[in-house]
């Protein structure tokens, strides 16, 4: 166990139910075969990246209850206290052809909308591609990278943040959100099953129940935003649509531009 500073008593902020949660995931139909617990790390990303490269089969689950260098999507960081949240990576090796694994994180973040909908009772959408809000505000953060042939889904949520704990301005957490002490083991399970029955639902190829479930649940269809892509060109417009390759679509002043990556802001 570290010394760093930010570990809270344990009565406070309790630690994951590891047992527990390594018989869930290895019993028949969790749709895992492994879930590790390791109290600290710098990044479940970047350990289940590694373990790709040496070949690890799917289905593997990482959870930290900290992380020294979480990281999110186009560079940034992701911090938060130790076990304030759910730092957890999985290892995928999709059998889909690689234009389709665009839909891979947009699929992580509707199972995060629905196990935690599931367990908090609250109300959740999505920021396209892969921000889950409540109330305008970012709850959780995915982020899918490829490693040769596989793909490492990672996703933040936080649980008991408080407001001076937040990394950013506009985030916030289940407690700050009016769920304090929320079982964090149970919330774990609920979007991990609820993430393996999405990627099933995608392997089999029902395209047109995921597009349409993702599309149900996105805040960002029918604002006005301002999309900032990777190269630093920006679209600004009203998102319309999610396209079959899980792009934005924005109607701009000159038509209808699909957005493959963007750093996306709701104007309106
Ligand atoms: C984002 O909002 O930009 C994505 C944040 C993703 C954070 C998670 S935490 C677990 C996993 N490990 C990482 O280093 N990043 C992801």
Redesign the pocket.
Known sequence: MTTEPGWSPSSERPPLDEAALRAWAGAPGSGWRELRVVDETG????DLAAAARSGEAAGLVLV?EW?R??????G?S?TAPPRSGL???VLLRPTRPPAALGWLPLLAGLAVVDGVEEVAELRLGLKWPN?VLHDER?LA???AERVQDAVVV???LNVSLRADELPVQGATSLALAGRPGLDRSVLLTAVLGRLAAWVARWEAGDDQGTRSAYRSRCLTIGRTVRADQPGGQAVSGTAVDVDADGRLVVETTSGPVAVAAADVRHLR
């Open positions: 990044s479940t990303n970047d930290s992380q260098g979480g990281h999110g999507r186009l940034r992701w730092t957890f990576s921000d970012k953060g995915l982020l990672g996703i933040g």
